[in-house]
């Protein structure tokens, strides 16, 4: 909320449609001035009829798969206003593109649990809700913690934010398994195990050896619902609590006394999705599912697995699952699609085969990339392989509000306006409330809404018609309205500002009748039953994602290891420019939090530049000394924006603190193709010198292009 009124008007905001100087010069091509080029400001009507021209060359030239219209991202809590489902229905109705499947946020598990226990949703929308936990829950082990800073965020938004709440209401006790303590509220009952990063299968395989060396686990539970276990048994053997000491960083005997504790008790196991946006990132949720299924307590209220809790606000919540109103985005007779955190491979190696879930594919030849909504140099690792990327396509078109790295990274930027400036729906996955969202501001410069600049293409290209089926923004709402409520009418809610929804069916779990009756209501998965070992994975033969959970090391290792995680000053790389993000700066730049002992070891104290690197890049941050962090683990969140000062002394580096500049372009594994940015190894030294400004809020305009 703070940091909206800042950055509504901030001089950040792209005001009108700029086009970069080498891409109006030269036309389209590779070109690796693309982030380092200026921008000069071009009328609309001249704008939108080059880029028309440009679409309709490429698709008629090279095919629409030749367009990728992915564009991965969290733009817009409005269901109308969508960025891209507006740009997925116009380029459906241009031919289609090339797309992308699966999420940053938990594209690794998306893939694996259809395997393990039949579907996602299973362990995401129906866990235990909070209150459940709050009845008959004893003990929380919750590797990665239930992160607060994390809950008041929901895709679609939310009316009411019930997470904190829950949290303060809990009679558990919770083992913290995390290398941050306050990855939980202060205020809950926990004892912190400071595990050491992407060390947590190890802990949970020697948790169940232990249950297995004391006959505390669930045979019959094994037997009746579960594939596989004799093979992870076998495998088990030598995962003793004195091998993992060594591995995580956790005395052998806290091991031992964790595994009786939880056999003794109710008992959730959760995960946060960070576990999974790693390396190996498959391995920590299976072996958590394997870990609860040994204890049988899996469909009994309270217990079990979860997956998600204080990664997501609706994970838990009790809310009905509800269907809100949506823009229909068409059919894609493109086919095409890559894992989404494949975007650079794509761009790089056109042609190239890669694995994917048992599929060998192969990467499509892109010559127009085109964003709306989403930020890849936010979101996506290795900033300075992205920036290599994006010289290949002959033209990258993005609509922004703001000036991000990846508007600078564009030939054709043209303004979009924010949720406050135009009219919406708005509701999240399992809200209470559907919002009316009227404008509160006018847009700023010539910003237009994003559908009303798809409008304008799909009239240039023939396709209007097919585009807006005739209708206006107010009149696609009141339609999309009206298809879904009859009562109260249109009007009468935009008036009231608010529909409360209905509450809806109880909350059950699948989990619940899987147990009562493993027959009748079997999972959907190959077996029907939870896959502690799966013949379908095992058979894809992948050494990075074997039949059943194991321990892999990651393949880099210290002197420092990062965390990347979640900002708790804002939503990503959104609103960077606003208040409450710029007053949790250090010295200018994003905080990097490190532990007093690698800091005094470095000649490090608060308030003091540092840069952090590794072989891949560096980039400068503001220090904070705590001992919240485990020593050795550094914290770097993300969503500064990304600033490249390229001809720095000490090499290449971002002056503002974007963690991507140092995180690996890596897949979590050949099943999945996930994103496994949360970990990074590196190193920290006190920055001396003049450092360069932080030019990033500033907009990339010569003076007086106009
Ligand atoms: N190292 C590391 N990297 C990570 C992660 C991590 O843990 N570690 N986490 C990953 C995760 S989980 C995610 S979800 C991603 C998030 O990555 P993104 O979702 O790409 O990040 P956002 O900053 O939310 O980008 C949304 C963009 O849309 C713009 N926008 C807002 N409203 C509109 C609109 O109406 N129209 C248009 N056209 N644009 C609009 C905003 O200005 C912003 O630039 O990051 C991932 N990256
Ligand atoms: N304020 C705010 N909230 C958000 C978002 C945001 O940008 N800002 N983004 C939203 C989105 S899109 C998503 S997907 C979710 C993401 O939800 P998560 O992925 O769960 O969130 P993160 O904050 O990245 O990570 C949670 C915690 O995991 C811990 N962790 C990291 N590595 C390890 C490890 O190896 N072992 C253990 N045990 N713990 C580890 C970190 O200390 C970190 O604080 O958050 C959502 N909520
Ligand atoms: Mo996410």
């Known amino acids: 909320m703070g940091n909206l009124a800042a950055a509504l008007d901030h001089p950040s905001r792209v005001a009108r449609p700029a086009v970069r100087r080498g891409w109006l010069e030269d036309g389209p091509g590779p070109d690796d001035r693309r982030g380092r080029d200026e921008f000069v400001e071009v009328p609309w009507d ?29 733009a817009s809590a409005g269901r109308f206003h969508h960025a891209q489902s507006q740009l997925h229905r116009f380029l459906n109705t241009i031919g289609g593109f090339t797309g992308s499947r699966n999420t940053y946020s938990n594209g690794t598990s998306s893939v694996l649990l259809p395997h393990v226990v039949g579907d996602m949703h299973a362990v995401l929308r129906q866990a235990s809700t909070w209150p459940t936990i709050a009845e008959h829950t004893e003990l929380i082990v919750a590797f990665g913690g239930v992160p607060e800073k994390n809950v008041f965020v929901t895709p679609g938004g939310v009316t009411v934010h019930g997470t904190p709440g829950h949290l303060a209401r809990l009679r558990a006790r919770v083992a913290l398994v995390s290398p941050l303590r306050d990855d939980l509220p202060s205020t809950v009952d926990a004892r912190w195990y400071p595990v050491r990063p992407a060390t947590d299968t190890a802990l949970m395989l020697a948790l169940a050896h232990t249950l297995v060396v004391e006959g505390l686990h669930d045979r019959e539970f094994l037997a009746r619902y579960c594939v596989g276990f004799p093979e992870f048994e076998r495998y088990l053997r030598d995962k003793d609590p004195e091998w993992a000491a060594g591995i995580t960083g956790i005395p052998a005997a806290d091991i031992v006394a964790l595994a009786r504790e939880m056999a003794a008790n109710r008992t959730l196991i959760t995960v946060t999705w960070s576990l999974q946006r790693t ?15 040994m204890l049988g ?19 838990g919540d009790t809310g009905p699952e509800l269907r809100v109103p949506y823009l229909p985005q068409g059919v894609n007779p493109v086919d ?54 994006f ?34 729906l708005g509701s999240g996955r399992r809200d209470t409330h559907l919002i009316a969202m009227h404008r509160i501001a006018p847009p700023a410069g010539e910003a237009r809404d994003d559908y009303t600049i798809f ?23 009141e339609h999309l309205y009206r298809s879904w409520r009859e009562e109260p009418t249109f009007d009468r809610f935009w008036a009231d500002g608010e529909l409360r929804l209905p509450p ?40 990075d994602c074997p039949g059943h959970p194991v321990w892999l090391p990651p393949s880099e290792s210290g002197p420092l290891w990062l965390i990347a995680n979640q900002p708790h000053t804002r939503l990503h790389s959104q609103l960077d420019a606003g208040d409450v993000s710029q007053a949790g700066k ?32 560096a980039c400068l941050a503001g220090a904070v000394l705590d001992d919240a962090l485990r020593p050795g683990v550094v914290q770097l969140p993300t969503g500064a924006w990304f600033d490249p000062v390229e001809d720095h002394p000490t090499g290449p580096l971002c002056a503002h603190g974007n963690p991507n500049v140092l995180t690996a372009d890596i897949p979590s594994s050949r099943l999945s193709q996930g994103c496994a940015g949360q970990h990074a190894t590196v190193d920290v030294e006190r920055f001396t010198g003049p450092a360069p400004r932080v030019r990033a809020l500033h907009p990339p305009l010569r003076k007086g292009s106009r």
Do not use: C
């Not at 490429?58 to 798969?65: A, I, S």
């Not at 290949?392 to 406050?420: G, K, Q, S, Y």
């Open 504 to 543: 809806g069916r109880e909350h059950h779990t699948l989990f619940a009748d899987f147990r009562a009756d493993p027959v009748a209501h079997p999972l959907r998965t190959p077996s029907g039953r939870i896959e502690i070992t799966s013949a379908t994975v095992a058979g894809f033969g992948y050494p």
């Open 297 to 315: 307590q899996i469909g009994l209220p309270g217990g079990g697995f979860g997956h998600g809790y204080g990664s997501m606000g609706d994970v």
């Open 455 to 477: 409008a304008a293409l799909a009239a240039r290209l023939g396709v209007a018609e097919a585009f807006t089926e005739g209708r206006s923004p107010r009149e696609w709402l």
């Open 46 to 74: 001249d704008v939108l009829d080059r880029l028309a021209a440009e679409l309709d060359r490429v698709r008629t030239r090279h095919g629409n798969q030749a367009i990728f219209g992915g564009s991965y991202g969290w």
């Open 336 to 389: 095409e699609f890559i894992p989404v955190a494949r975007i650079a491979d794509l761009l790089l190696h056109p042609g190239r085969k890669y694995d994917y879930n048992g599929e060998v594919r192969r990467y499509p030849d892109t010559r127009l990339v085109y964003w709306a909504g989403g930020n890849p140099f936010h979101h996506h690792q290795d900033l300075n392989r992205l920036r290599r990327a």
């Open 586 to 617: 250090v010295a200018g730049r994003e905080r990097l939090r490190l532990n007093p002992a690698d800091a005094a070891a470095r000649g490090i104290t608060t308030g003091d530049v540092v840069r952090v690197f590794n072989t891949r890049g």
């Open 279 to 293: 390396e190996h990132g498959e391995q920590p949720v299976w072996a958590g599912i394997a870990l609860a299924a």
């Open 391 to 424: 010289t290949r396509p002959d033209t990258i078109v993005v609509h922004e509000p703001h000036w991000t790295a990846t508007a600078r990274h564009a030939d054709v930027v043209l303004p979009a306006t924010t949720a406050l400036e135009r009219e919406d």
